[in-house]
Structure formats: structure tokens, C-alpha cells
């Protein structure tokens, strides 16, 4: 999504179907002159063959129905709330009230994932999906959806780092990643090792400090990354990593890169 484009908000509607839903969704992008020359039916047919694959809902009663079409520049963002909570897959079996939608371009699938990533991270915490929800004017919902969501200028930084995270906890490996994903167009990529541990148990000296061999795997996340986000990134993931026994299982370390040419499709 380009920065200045408004996503397009309905509150508060009394439907009860998935089908209802994704025409609602159909009917609604194909306002934004993005789609001008795109037919209601095409964007329709593109929403159900997405859902086909696995369904778009994540979690917390929050869906994000998507699907990219040819022959458009722009994306097509949007919110819709209903009045009370809609079957639609959810992994946790929890029904859906807080619709987010995204018409995109074929040739831009790293920005729709950009998209997708910025807008699952906002609606995982429990406050912003009440403030969505309190929402009763579609005025309302723009304006709170346009504070949550950060759109970033795509510009190229001169100077840049390789971020490099190691995760060994698997319950904050989705989120750091999603994190990333949602700040960095392409140009991240991820690695599976094995932690020293495994080697060590096979070491007589330090055969006694394990009770039963463990191969922990570590991935590690790259990103190239513009050197002016590094600070707040590091703190985001410090913030996610954190438990009370402190920061354990996650490490952060950064370079700055004296030469970096291109970006890695996701």
C-alpha cells in the first residue's frame, strides 16, 4: 500500500455467512478506482479460490481475506466489522467480527506480505482489536486503522546492516519473523542449526550436564535491513523475546554492510 491511500471501512453490518462476507468484500474494493476496470465477479472468484487454499482467518475473531489480480498499480485496502461474530475456519474456533482486506497487484507479492504482516502483528494485541471493534462510523474505523497501520515511503537506505536473530525458543520464531516481514521487502531469509548442545552431549567432558541427548535446532533469521530502523527493530524484538527469567533463546546481533546490491523475493 502506497503511503496517502485510505482503506475503505464499513462498521458494524448484520451479516452471517462467509459467502456474505466475501461479497461484501468484493463489492466494496470494486469502489476504489484501483479496480476501475476489474468486474465485481473477477475479484469474487479470486476471494473464494484464496479461501480454498486455507482459510484466511488467524485467530482472536480477526480474518483477512486477499487475493492479488492482474493489471492494477495499487493496492485495495479495507476493514469491515459485523455485529456479532461469523464462522469462517478460525484455527481457534473462534467466529469473526473484524474483516481486513487486501486486493493486490500480481507483480508486488513482497509488499502484499508486507501488508499482511503489519496487519496481523497490529490485530494480535487484545486493545486494538476492542478500539476496531468500539468503531462505530466508518470515519471512526479510517482513522484508527491509519494509526495502527504503519505505511513506510518505499525508498533504498544508503547505508544498511545485516541483521542477524537467532531464535531457539519456536513459540517467538512466527512473530520475530512476522515482524520482520512486516518492515523489510524481501531480502530476509532463514537458516536451521543445530545448537552447540547437540555436539557438546557427544564430548565426554561435557557428557554430564545433559540427562538425555537433545538436538535443539536454532534458526537463524538474516534480514538487510536500512541502517535507521535498526535500533527500533532490536528494541521490537527485545520486547517479544522477553520473558521473566529474561531475554533467553533469543540473540541479536547486526554489521553494517559496506556494499549491498538487490532483494530477495519471499
Request: aromatic share 6%; glycine share 4%; hydrophobic share 40%.
Amino acid at each position: 500500500m502506497k503511503a496517502g491511500q485510505e482503506p475503505l471501512c464499513i462498521t458494524q453490518t448484520d451479516l452471517s455467512s462467509k459467502d456474505d462476507i466475501l461479497d461484501l468484500v468484493a463489492r466494496t474494493a470494486i469502489s476504489s478506482p484501483a479496480l476501475a476496470r476489474k468486474k465485481t465477479k473477477e475479484i469474487l472468484r479470486l476471494l473464494h479460490e484464496r479461501e480454498k487454499l486455507t482459510s484466511t482467518a488467524i485467530g482472536h475473531g480477526v480474518a483477512i481475506p486477499h487475493c492479488f489480480i492482474d493489471g492494477i498499480d495499487e493496492f485495495v485496502l479495507g476493514v469491515i466489522t459485523t455485529t456479532h461474530g461469523i464462522e469462517y475456519g478460525a484455527a481457534d474456533s473462534e467466529a469473526v467480527r473484524i474483516f481486513f482486506f487486501i486486493i493486490g497487484p500480481s507483480d508486488q507479492r513482497n509488499q502484499h506480505i508486507k501488508l499482511l504482516s503489519e496487519i496481523s502483528r497490529t490485530v494480535r494485541v487484545p486493545e486494538n482489536r476492542e478500539q476496531i471493534l468500539s468503531a462505530q462510523q466508518p470515519q471512526e474505523l479510517n482513522r484508527i486503522v491509519q494509526e495502527f497501520l504503519v505505511v513506510e515511503p518505499e525508498q533504498k537506505e544508503e547505508e544498511q546492516c545485516l541483521l542477524q536473530v537467532f531464535v531457539q525458543r519456536e513459540a517467538i520464531f512466527e512473530p520475530i519473523l512476522e515482524l520482520l516481514s512486516s518492515r523489510v521487502e524481501g531480502s530476509i531469509a532463514v537458516q536451521e542449526l543445530k545448537n552447540a548442545g547437540s555436539y557438546l552431549y557427544r564430548m565426554p567432558l561435557f557428557a554430564a550436564m545433559w540427562s538425555e541427548q537433545t538436538d535443539r535446532t536454532v534458526k537463524l533469521i538474516y534480514a538487510v535491513i536500512d541502517k535507521n530502523i535498526m535500533n527500533d527493530l532490536a528494541r521490537q524484538i527485545h520486547q517479544l523475546a522477553y520473558t521473566k527469567k529474561g531475554n533467553s533463546g533469543v540473540l541479536i546481533t547486526a554489521q553494517q554492510l559496506l556494499y549491498a546490491d538487490g532483494a530477495l523475493d519471499f
